[in-house]
């Protein structure tokens, strides 16, 4: 597996390298929604971002944890900014098969994220209320189903900290759980070998004490 996003800011390898090392089974899932499989496979997402998405997540996942291979039990997810959101969608679906998460720099409500961007598949928010509604990581925050480790940097100007932070005053107000890592004074890619080697064995760390 090739991941180019991040590429070179730390030379021990990407996250997913240094968790094969360690004797995980890494699997990489492009749903409905990405791209080089035609038009119409792409387009499905249109109006309803992260639903299907999600689906296909939970649905790769339970096919991964029936191999006699793996164990159905000890299924985890990251993602790091529309799949930080994705990670946190797919853990929110309502089926019990993650048993913990991390999500770096996500979104939680495309009402918070750049509008230009949003509105290209979401219509405005007046336009599509019930896909704004839906397509809320935070909306589905009664649904979530295993511990969740919350990345972000605190100066990122992509997806603003207020995408975290209104996440996290959800799960305090419900009482529920989770790990929160701040970096502060670092943008959407957290980057820098320190910050970077730091990030990986954050979750790493988190991974080994919740799988």
Same mark, same amino acid.
């Given at each position: 597996m090739i991941n180019e996003w991040g590429a070179g800011f730390y030379p021990g390898g990407t996250l997913e390298a240094l968790m094969t090392k360690k004797g995980y089974a890494v699997a990489v899932v492009d749903g409905r929604g990405t791209g080089r499989r035609g038009a119409d496979f792409k387009k499905q997402t249109y109006k309803r971002l992260g639903v299907l998405e999600s689906q296909d997540q939970v649905a790769a996942a339970k096919y991964l944890g029936s191999q006699p291979w793996a164990d159905a039990g000890r299924i985890a997810i990251w993602g790091w900014s529309y799949g930080g959101y994705n990670a946190l969608?797919?853990?929110? +679906?309502?089926?019990?098969? %993650?048993?913990?998460?991390?999500?770096?720099?996500?979104?939680?409500?495309?009402?918070?994220?750049?509008?230009?961007?949003?509105?290209? %598949?979401?219509?405005?928010?007046? +336009?599509?209320?019930?896909?704004?509604? +839906?397509?809320?990581?935070?909306?589905?925050?009664?649904?979530?189903?295993?511990?969740?480790?919350?990345?972000?940097?605190?100066?990122?100007?992509?997806? %603003?900290?207020?995408?975290?932070?209104?996440?996290?005053?959800?799960?305090?107000?419900?009482?529920?759980?989770?790990?929160?890592?701040?970096?502060?004074g670092k943008e959407h890619s957290i980057t820098g070998r320190n910050y970077r080697l730091h990030l990986f064995n954050r979750i790493i760390r988190f991974f080994e004490e919740n799988l």
């Open positions: 969608m797919a853990m929110s +679906e309502g089926t019990p098969v %993650f048993k913990c998460g991390v999500a770096v720099a996500p979104v939680t409500d495309w009402r918070y994220y750049d509008a230009p961007y949003t509105e290209r %598949f979401m219509l405005q928010p007046k +336009e599509n209320a019930d896909g704004y509604a +839906e397509a809320s990581a935070i909306n589905r925050i009664d649904k979530l189903h295993g511990k969740v480790l919350i990345i972000h940097g605190l100066n990122d100007d992509n997806v %603003f900290f207020s995408n975290s932070a209104s996440y996290i005053d959800a799960l305090v107000n419900r009482g529920i759980d989770f790990d929160m890592q701040i970096y502060p």
